[in-house]
């Protein structure tokens, strides 16, 4: 079972709400990862954790904020988005170690106005 | 600076013909080369990889990819092209010395015709 699954599928938020991304993996991966995309535009990452340890925040604004709760378990905080945070947020999973594939999920398309 | 180029934004083919989707990559050292296919509205699904080895590697849905290591690029092929293989399609390299980053190309839309 090579599966991630993500909730919502869909959000929209307005730019005072506070909300949360989640994404679950069951495979007994240790590295999670959280991706911004645009449209027609490639994944960026923004965080890495690892071992339930955030490893790498490719310098993401405060207003998201993740979370690792266990190791199957990866959340993403939203709070005071701007409209240009507006894509589709893709999570990902692997074993933290050389040459592992990544395993993404379907994603969360948010809208914030 | 390390980069993946895919020279093309769209690849147009008919169905049964071969198709190829072109990727070269500027990254030191024997990176780990991957492809990823995204349908619209999903998330990216991987469909094969090159560690070490043979340089022709086999993946998922018919696809193979060919590593050239003197030309720098891991060119993903079909033999025989299907109307649903029409997506958008990612080449993605990850650093030996840093796994945790997959630098990915711009991508590739695929559009195979009946």
């Known amino acids: 079972d090579t599966e991630v699954t993500q909730t919502p599928k869909h959000l929209v938020m307005g730019m005072t709400n506070k909300k949360s991304l989640k994404c679950e993996q069951h495979?007994?991966?240790?590295?999670m990862y959280w991706y911004k995309q645009k449209a027609k535009k490639p994944p960026e990452l923004m965080f890495v954790?690892?071992?339930?340890?955030?490893?790498i925040n490719e310098s993401v604004p405060s207003r998201f904020s993740p979370e690792c709760p266990n190791s199957s378990l990866l959340n993403l905080h939203l709070h005071a988005l701007q409209p240009e945070d507006s894509a589709l947020y893709l999570c990902?999973?692997?074993?933290?170690?050389?040459?592992?594939?990544?395993?993404f999920g379907p994603g969360t398309r948010l809208l914030v106005l | 600076a390390q980069s993946v180029a895919q020279p093309e934004d769209q690849v147009n083919v008919a169905e049964g013909n071969p198709l190829t989707v072109k990727c070269t990559y500027s990254?030191?050292?024997?990176?780990?080369l991957f492809w990823y296919v995204q349908y619209p509205n999903r998330g990216l699904q991987f469909l094969l990889k090159?560690?070490?080895?043979?340089?022709l590697v086999k993946g998922s849905y018919g696809f193979e990819a060919e590593f050239n290591k003197s030309q720098t690029s891991f060119h993903l092929k079909k033999p025989s092209a299907l109307v649903s293989d029409s997506a958008l399609y990612f080449c993605?390299?990850?650093?030996?010395?840093?796994?945790?980053?997959?630098?990915f190309g711009t991508g590739t839309r695929l559009q195979v015709f009946p």
């Open positions: 990902a999973s692997s074993q933290p170690k050389d040459q592992e594939t990544q395993y």
């Open positions: 495979m007994g991966h240790r590295a």
């Open positions: 954790y690892s071992y339930e340890k955030l490893s």
């Open positions: 990254v030191s050292g024997n990176p780990y």
């Open positions: 090159y560690i070490t080895g043979d340089n």
């Open positions: 993605a390299v990850s650093p030996r010395y840093n796994t945790d980053k997959l630098i």
